[in-house]
């Protein structure tokens, strides 16, 4: 992928067209589209339904077309002609498309290098930046080049493009090229080149000086006469853009006049109908504007561009408001008659031209059809503009064809299942509001229900139980119905939530009753589901069995948003049960259950993605975990950065350069969401340990702290444990440090500070008996650690103690068996057990290794050099210095830290007698008198590195 930017005019298009030509003639298959600027209201994906509309001409490409619409029924509802293939989605996963683009990439570059050039990105819907954004992460098979530009002149601070950017520019495969304007040498040589003949140095001089280089202007003044005494030169940008303009005929510049106001380009058919005049003398103005170079055709959609988009602007911007007002009518009126419209286009003309009834209906056909293409981040804008409208149309109901009510619930469904959780919430409150002034106590009660779900995704239990009551209070509960089951198990699913279960119960009854009084499936399967969690506390395995139930029955129903809670409550307790290779299937199936029906961003969606990379995590599947995570789209919701920050263990056990990337990105969301605030926490406190950064290692772990303080739902806040037990491994090396350095004020400080977080964990350790995390294996193995941390901090690591930990992870979490297998070698080697030591260790380095924990494995290298340890592997070379054995080199690094022969002595797991020798032989060889001289003469000469490093 190659980020092509520059200012506008600077070269980008042609040098896309000279690397789409040349590409060519070496036989590859070049696919360009170009973003469209619409204002507010955006056309999903189009510069790539543009690209590959080329590729439905040929029989075996179109085929390829066919295949990936199979599996993706958005990408066939994009591209005409070819069969979506599929069930239509109430709720579009823009993963579908995404991956389905991707796949025809690479199948069609199979035949020959595929290059994908995407101009104008700057003008780019949320839609086709996600692409962008997913190509960038997953095209790592297949010869697939993806040429982009954009303007940079465009991008303001809070350009949408921006954020896109930032990120392209961190991973390792984009390339950024900017251009340059031209030298005066490089513009003298390209005006030479368009005029046939040198120029002479005044007039060269005098171009560059006006276009400061940029090849654009320099053509466009070239063009207009540029050092002709005669010809007035322009002041502006937009009048030295009018300049070639001003010189055609009036007939040409009104037929530039009418495709100005539809854009940068412009259907021949549409600009027929506005333009108005005999097609004999439409002709003539076309003609004169493309033999000018003004206008540019595309023989294969019968449509005409402006030569660059600053001579469209500059043409539009010259126009008088009623003129502009009216051709923008003309416009709508013919878009409304054609069936084939595009009804974001019309919305945009309806709205320039202050038809705001007609925006208004146009923006809700635009919200569906982007619906259909799986594009809810364009559905939403959409529905969001109509919402606006509303207040402004005279019976907006009617030009809406709904209430505002629905259409607010609509607004609120796509937000939800674009990620946008606390914006769904917001949507669904305003839907609150406005259903409280009629008489209308059913579609209340949907409303309150909804909003008491989306309260929920955001993490606010109170608030979405409150809803969720009310919902309950607006339904009589004779006769039963749908509604009243639907609103009955809502409340006892918060009640759960609320650790209420007795009271859960009740209500779940009732839901059941209803749902089987009213025979409705979907509602006894949800009723069924929120029992199983109830049941949880007592009968882990009667809940798997609710839960598989309620999966049959939602299925068979056709709900997939109850059919994949059913699977996530499955996956969930098979976790804590610690039978992770169920969870990682139904976590896996959760998955493939909500990309399929256009779920995979919804509320429980974001549950299943951060559940699957949690499970995967545990089980040692890192390869997996990186590839979900590079598979995300651009992190542009708190949802996706939740998603993210639960694979980041990886990134940072693995020491990718990534890790610090993405923690940075991450941390600039604090305070947006405490859960997620808890994660970024941990990972930075991780990364910080491994570097030495013990501080700052510290200073996250109280903002986990604070963060999993302010989370409301019940299991997540349990999670205040897990931030407590990392803290408590930070404060053991705090602690570790201190003893080595002599430092008592730091040392008391560990301790107060490691007594505190192992009182946390076990709080919440007891918290957790009476609620279904009795059962939680991960509950009693953050117990174990950090009670065996504790006894490390403490000065007396206890191999006891660190073999239950050890123990209590072995339900399959194979990275924290190695951490805690690390410590207990640690400890097996103070109390003389060097077998048992090794047989520990290697087991750690061999999980390390397989897994690529860089920093584990370093850290079991450096044990293995100070206790000896045979790991089974040669261990990396050290420096040598003065004849000292590798012994005395360790022994040396620890003088240049100030150790005691005592301290020596417990660190590199050898008697006070032995360290002695070792310090009397390493003077006398060094030739210095003291171990201060000794400590000298190893700074000047370098050897501060740790211990366990290679040379």
Same mark, same amino acid.
């Given at each position: 992928?190659?980020?092509?930017?520059?200012?506008?005019?600077?070269?980008?298009?042609?040098?896309?067209?000279?690397?789409?030509?040349?590409? +060519?003639?070496?036989?590859?298959?070049?696919?360009?589209?170009?973003?469209?600027?619409? #204002?507010?209201?955006?056309?999903?994906?189009?510069?790539?339904?543009?690209?590959?509309?080329?590729?439905?001409?040929?029989?075996?490409?179109?085929?390829?077309?066919?295949?990936?619409?199979?599996?993706?029924? #958005?990408?066939?509802?994009?591209?005409?002609?070819?069969?979506?293939?599929?069930?239509?989605?109430?709720?579009?996963?823009?993963?579908?498309?995404?991956?389905?683009?991707?796949?025809?990439?690479?199948?069609?570059?199979?035949?020959?290098?595929?290059?994908?050039?995407? @101009?104008?990105?700057?003008?780019?819907?949320?839609?086709?930046?996600?692409?962008?954004?997913?190509?960038?992460?997953?095209?790592?098979?297949?010869?697939?080049?993806?040429?982009?530009?954009?303007?940079?002149?465009?991008?303001?601070?809070?350009?949408?493009?921006?954020?896109?950017?930032?990120?392209?520019?961190?991973?390792?495969?984009?390339?950024?090229?900017?251009?340059?304007?031209?030298?005066?040498?490089?513009?003298?040589?390209?005006?030479?080149?368009?005029?046939?003949?040198?120029?002479?140095?005044?007039?060269?001089?005098?171009?560059?000086?006006?276009?400061?280089?940029?090849?654009?202007?320099?053509?466009?003044?070239?063009?207009?006469?540029?050092?002709?005494?005669?010809?007035?030169?322009?002041?502006?940008?937009?009048?030295?853009?009018?300049?070639?303009?001003?010189?055609?005929?009036?007939?040409?510049?009104?037929?530039?006049?009418?495709?100005?106001?539809?854009?940068?380009?412009?259907?021949?058919?549409?600009?027929?109908?506005?333009?108005?005049?005999?097609?004999?003398?439409?002709?003539?103005?076309?003609?004169?504007?493309?033999?000018?170079?003004?206008?540019?055709?595309?023989?294969?959609?019968?449509?005409?561009?402006?030569?660059?988009?600053?001579?469209?602007?500059?043409?539009?911007?010259?126009?008088?408001?009623?003129?502009?007002?009216?051709?923008?009518?003309?416009?709508?009126?013919?878009?409304?008659?054609?069936?084939?419209?595009?009804?974001?286009?019309?919305?945009?003309?309806?709205?320039?031209?202050?038809?705001?009834?007609?925006?208004?209906?146009?923006? /809700?056909?635009?919200?569906?059809?982007?619906?259909?293409?799986?594009?809810?981040?364009?559905?939403?804008?959409?529905?969001?503009?109509?919402?606006?409208?509303?207040?402004?149309?005279?019976?907006?109901?009617?030009?809406?064809?709904?209430?505002?009510?629905?259409?607010?619930?609509?607004?609120?469904?796509?937000?939800?299942?674009?990620?946008?959780?606390?914006?769904?919430?917001?949507?669904?409150?305003?839907?609150?509001?406005?259903?409280?002034?009629?008489?209308?106590?059913?579609?209340?009660?949907?409303?309150?229900?909804?909003?008491?779900?989306?309260?929920?995704?955001?993490?606010?239990?109170?608030?979405?139980?409150?809803?969720?009551?009310?919902?309950?209070?607006?339904?009589?509960?004779?006769?039963?119905?749908?509604?009243?089951?639907?609103?009955?198990?809502?409340?006892?699913?918060?009640?759960?939530?609320?650790?209420?279960?007795?009271?859960?119960?009740?209500?779940?009854?009732?839901?059941?009753?209803?749902?089987?009084?009213?025979?409705?499936?979907?509602?006894?399967?949800?009723?069924?589901?929120?029992?199983?969690?109830?049941?949880?506390?007592?009968?882990?395995?009667?809940?798997?069995?609710?839960?598989?139930?309620?999966?049959?029955?939602?299925?068979?129903?056709?709900?997939? @948003?109850?059919?994949?809670?059913?699977?996530?409550?499955?996956?969930?307790?098979?976790?804590?049960?610690?039978?992770?290779?169920?969870?990682?299937?139904?976590?896996?199936?959760?998955?493939?259950?909500?990309?399929?029906?256009?779920?995979?961003?919804?509320?429980? %969606?974001?549950?299943?993605?951060?559940?699957?990379?949690?499970?995967?995590?545990?089980?040692?599947?890192?390869?997996?975990?990186?590839?979900?995570?590079?598979?995300?789209?651009?992190?542009?919701?708190?949802?996706?950065?939740?998603?993210?920050?639960?694979?980041?263990?990886?990134?940072?056990?693995?020491?990718?350069?990534?890790?610090?990337?993405?923690? +940075?990105?991450?941390?600039?969301?604090?305070?947006?969401?405490?859960?997620?605030?808890?994660?970024?926490?941990?990972?930075?406190?991780?990364?910080?340990?491994?570097?030495?950064?013990?501080?700052?290692?510290?200073?996250?772990?109280?903002?986990?702290?604070?963060?999993?303080?302010?989370?409301?739902?019940?299991?997540?806040?349990?999670?205040?444990?897990?931030?407590?037990?990392?803290?408590?491994?930070?404060?053991?090396?705090?602690?570790?440090?201190?003893?080595? =350095?002599?430092?008592?004020?730091?040392?008391?400080?560990?301790?107060?500070?490691?007594?505190?977080?192992?009182?946390?964990?076990?709080?919440?350790?007891?918290?957790?008996?009476?609620?279904?995390?009795?059962?939680?294996?991960?509950?009693? %193995?953050?117990?174990?650690?950090?009670?065996?941390?504790?006894?490390?901090?403490?000065?007396?690591?206890?191999? =006891?103690?660190?073999?239950?930990?050890?123990?209590?992870?072995?339900?399959?979490?194979?990275?924290?068996?190695?951490?805690?297998?690390?410590?207990?070698?640690?400890?097996?080697?103070?109390?003389?057990?060097?077998?048992?030591?090794?047989?520990?260790?290697?087991?750690?380095?061999?999980?390390?290794?397989?897994?690529?924990?860089?920093?584990?494995?370093?850290?079991?290298?450096?044990?293995?050099?100070?206790?000896?340890?045979?790991?089974?592997?040669?261990?990396?070379?050290?420096? =040598?210095?003065?004849?000292?054995?590798?012994?005395?080199?360790?022994?040396?690094?620890?003088?240049?830290?100030?150790?005691?022969?005592?301290?020596?002595?417990?660190?590199?797991?050898?008697?006070?007698?032995?360290?002695? /020798?070792?310090?009397?032989?390493?003077?006398?060889?060094?030739?210095?008198?003291?171990?201060?001289?000794?400590?000298?003469?190893?700074?000047?000469?370098?050897?501060?590195?740790?211990?366990?490093?290679?040379?």
């Amino acid at each position: 992928m190659v980020l092509v930017s520059g200012d506008a005019g600077v070269g980008k298009t042609r040098l896309l067209l000279a690397l789409a030509d040349r590409a +060519r003639q070496h036989g590859m298959r070049v696919l360009t589209g170009g973003c469209v600027e619409l #204002g507010d209201i955006g056309l999903p994906y189009l510069p790539v339904v543009d690209a590959l509309r080329g590729l439905a001409d040929d029989p075996e490409e179109a085929r390829l077309l066919a295949g990936a619409a199979t599996t993706a029924p #958005g990408l066939g509802r994009l591209l005409p002609g070819i069969d979506p293939a599929g069930p239509k989605s109430d709720a579009p996963d823009q993963l579908q498309v995404l991956d389905a683009v991707r796949a025809v990439l690479v199948g069609r570059s199979e035949r020959s290098p595929v290059v994908l050039v995407l @101009e104008d990105l700057h003008w780019a819907d949320r839609a086709t930046r996600d692409m962008v954004a997913f190509l960038a992460r997953t095209l790592r098979g297949g010869r697939v080049t993806v040429a982009v530009s954009y303007r940079s002149d465009e991008l303001h601070r809070r350009h949408p493009l921006r954020p896109l950017l930032a990120e392209l520019v961190r991973l390792p495969g984009p390339e950024r090229l900017e251009l340059a304007p031209f030298t005066r040498a490089e513009l003298a040589e390209h005006l030479e080149a368009i005029a046939g003949a040198p120029l002479p140095a005044e007039q060269v001089e005098g171009i560059h000086d006006r276009s400061e280089g940029n090849p654009f202007y320099a053509e466009q003044l070239l063009a207009a006469g540029a050092g002709d005494a005669q010809v007035e030169l322009p002041a502006t940008l937009a009048e030295l853009m009018l300049v070639r303009v001003q010189g055609l005929s009036e007939p040409a510049q009104r037929v530039l006049r009418v495709a100005a106001v539809a854009g940068r380009r412009v259907p021949h058919r549409l600009l027929a109908g506005v333009a108005g005049q005999p097609e004999a003398g439409l002709e003539r103005g076309l003609h004169e504007a493309v033999g000018a170079g003004v206008l540019t055709t595309d023989a294969t959609t019968g449509s005409y561009a402006f030569r660059h988009a600053l001579l469209q602007e500059a043409v539009y911007g010259d126009l008088l408001p009623g003129e502009q007002v009216r051709l923008h009518a003309a416009y709508a009126r013919l878009l409304a008659d054609d069936p084939d419209g595009a009804a974001a286009e019309l919305a945009h003309h309806c709205l320039a031209s202050h038809d705001l009834a007609g925006a208004l209906a146009a923006s /809700v056909r635009a919200a569906e059809e982007a619906e259909a293409v799986l594009a809810p981040a364009e559905a939403l804008r959409h529905l969001h503009g109509a919402l606006g409208l509303w207040e402004r149309v005279p019976e907006p109901a009617l030009a809406a064809g709904t209430d505002r009510v629905e259409l607010t619930l609509r607004a609120a469904a796509a937000a939800s299942a674009a990620g946008e959780l606390q914006r769904a919430a917001s949507l669904a409150q305003d839907a609150v509001r406005t259903v409280g002034g009629t008489e209308d106590s059913a579609q209340a009660a949907r409303a309150y229900e909804r909003f008491g779900l989306y309260l929920f995704y955001a993490g606010r239990v109170e608030e979405a139980l409150a809803a969720r009551t009310r919902a309950v209070e607006l339904v009589p509960d004779q006769p039963p119905t749908p509604l009243r089951a639907r609103v009955t198990a809502a409340i006892a699913q918060a009640l759960v939530n609320a650790r209420q279960p007795a009271e859960a119960r009740r209500w779940c009854d009732q839901a059941l009753a209803a749902a089987r009084g009213a025979g409705s499936a979907a509602e006894e399967a949800d009723s069924l589901i929120t029992l199983g969690m109830i049941e949880q506390y007592d009968d882990p395995a009667s809940a798997c069995t609710r839960f598989a139930a309620a999966r049959a029955l939602a299925g068979a129903a056709g709900s997939p @948003e109850i059919e994949l809670r059913a699977l996530y409550c499955l996956a969930e307790v098979s976790s804590q049960l610690g039978d992770l290779a169920s969870a990682c299937a139904a976590f896996d199936e959760g998955a493939e259950l909500a990309e399929r029906t256009g779920l995979g961003w919804s509320g429980m %969606g974001i549950f299943v993605r951060r559940g699957q990379l949690k499970a995967r995590y545990r089980t040692g599947d890192w390869d997996e975990c990186e590839r979900l995570i590079a598979a995300v789209p651009d992190l542009t919701t708190l949802a996706v950065a939740d998603v993210v920050a639960q694979g980041l263990g990886v990134l940072v056990a693995r020491a990718r350069p990534a890790a610090s990337q993405w923690l +940075r990105r991450l941390a600039g969301l604090g305070g947006a969401d405490p859960a997620l605030d808890g994660n970024v926490a941990v990972w930075e406190a991780e990364l910080a340990a491994w570097e030495g950064d013990l501080e700052g290692a510290r200073s996250a772990i109280r903002r986990g702290l604070a963060a999993a303080d302010a989370v409301e739902v019940f299991d997540q806040a349990l999670e205040g444990a897990w931030v407590a037990m990392n803290g408590l491994s930070v404060e053991a090396d705090r602690a570790e440090q201190a003893r080595a =350095t002599g430092d008592t004020a730091a040392l008391a400080d560990a301790t107060a500070a490691g007594r505190v977080l192992l009182e946390r964990v076990r709080a919440d350790a007891k918290q957790a008996h009476g609620t279904h995390l009795a059962h939680d294996v991960h509950v009693r %193995g953050r117990h174990a650690k950090a009670e065996a941390e504790w006894a490390r901090l403490q000065g007396h690591s206890d191999p =006891t103690r660190w073999q239950a930990a050890v123990q209590a992870f072995s339900y399959g979490n194979v990275y924290a068996v190695a951490r805690c297998q690390w410590r207990l070698a640690e400890a097996l080697l103070g109390a003389g057990d060097r077998e048992q030591a090794t047989t520990a260790a290697r087991a750690a380095h061999a999980t390390a290794t397989r897994l690529g924990a860089a920093p584990l494995q370093s850290a079991l290298l450096a044990l293995a050099r100070r206790g000896r340890l045979d790991l089974g592997v040669d261990l990396p070379a050290q420096r =040598t210095l003065a004849g000292l054995t590798p012994r005395e080199l360790e022994v040396l690094r620890l003088l240049v830290e100030g150790r005691s022969n005592r301290q020596i002595a417990e660190q590199l797991f050898i008697s006070g007698k032995t360290a002695s /020798v070792h310090v009397t032989n390493l003077l006398s060889k060094l030739g210095v008198h003291s171990r201060l001289e000794a400590a000298a003469l190893a700074r000047r000469l370098g050897l501060e590195q740790p211990a366990g490093l290679e040379s």
